[in-house]
Antibody, heavy 119, light 110 residues
C-alpha cells in the first residue's frame, strides 16, 4: 500500500525558506510516477506547486517558479520542497502527492501539513 | 482567481441529481483530460473521476463525468447525505505548462 507522509517545520519566518520532505512507503519514487506538491490556503482552494519525475526536469507553477525547488532523494525514497522568500500568503496546508501522469491526476495524497508563516 | 471556474456552492435534496460545472479554455479543458476530486473538512482530496469520465475502483456508478468544448461536468445521482463536501476540477494547461484547479464547489445536501 502506497503511503506518503509530509514532515517539516510548522512555522516559518517571513523572508525565510520553507522546507518540507515527503517520505514515500510502499512504492519506489524512481518507479515511474510523478511526485508533486499541492497546497491549500486556509478556507481556500487547491493550488498545484509543481511535480517531478525521476531523471526529468521538474515542472513548476509559473507564479511560484522563481521561488520553488522540488527534488528527489531516491536513496531515502523521499522528495522535497523548498519555497524561498515566504510571506503570509504562503501559509497553507501543504500536501505531497503521487501523480500517474502530469495532467492533474493524483491517486495518492499525504495527510497534509499546516505551515504558518509568522514572525 | 482560479484558472478553472466553478460555482462556489450547490445544494440539493436527497435522492435527487446534482451537476457541478467547471469552465475553462482551449488550453486546458478544451484540449486535455479533466479530473474531479471530493474533499471533506480536514482531509486530503480523493479522486472521483480521472481522464474526464473514468471512475477509479470504489467510486459508485451514480457518479459520472463529461466534457463539452471548454466546459466539464460532474454529475451525482441518487444524492445522499454523505455526498456533502467540496468538489474540485483540475486539468493540465498547455499555455501555463502546469496543472490548474477550479476554486471548488461546496455541496450541501438539504
Amino acid at each position: 500500500q502506497v503511503q506518503l507522509q509530509e514532515s517539516g517545520p510548522g512555522v516559518v519566518r517571513p523572508s525565510e525558506t520553507l522546507s518540507l520532505t515527503c517520505t514515500v512507503s510502499g512504492y519506489s519514487i524512481s518507479g515511474g510516477y510523478y511526485w508533486a506538491w499541492i497546497r491549500q490556503s486556509p478556507g481556500k482552494g487547491l493550488e498545484w506547486i509543481g511535480s517531478i519525475y525521476h531523471n526529468e526536469r521538474p515542472y513548476y507553477n509559473p507564479p511560484l517558479k522563481s521561488r520553488v525547488t522540488i527534488s528527489l532523494d531516491t536513496a531515502k525514497n523521499q522528495f522535497s520542497l523548498n519555497l524561498s522568500s515566504v510571506t503570509a500568503a504562503d501559509t497553507a496546508v501543504y500536501y505531497c502527492a503521487r501523480e500517474p501522469d502530469i495532467a492533474g491526476h493524483v491517486d495518492y495524497w499525504g495527510q497534509g501539513t499546516l505551515v504558518t508563516v509568522s514572525s | 482567481q482560479s484558472v478553472l471556474t466553478q460555482p462556489p456552492s450547490a445544494s440539493e435534496t436527497p435522492g435527487q441529481r446534482v451537476t457541478f460545472s467547471c469552465s475553462g479554455s482551449s488550453s486546458n479543458i478544451g484540449s486535455n483530460y479533466v479530473y474531479w476530486y471530493k474533499q471533506l473538512p480536514g482531509t486530503a482530496p480523493k479522486v472521483l473521476i480521472y481522464r474526464t469520465n473514468q471512475r477509479p475502483s470504489g467510486v459508485p456508478d451514480r457518479i459520472s463525468g463529461s466534457k463539452s468544448g471548454t466546459s466539464a461536468s460532474l454529475a451525482i445521482s441518487g444524492l445522499r447525505s454523505e455526498d456533502e463536501g467540496d468538489y474540485y476540477c483540475a486539468a493540465w494547461d498547455d499555455s501555463l505548462s502546469g496543472v490548474v484547479f477550479g476554486g471548488g464547489t461546496k455541496l450541501t445536501v438539504l
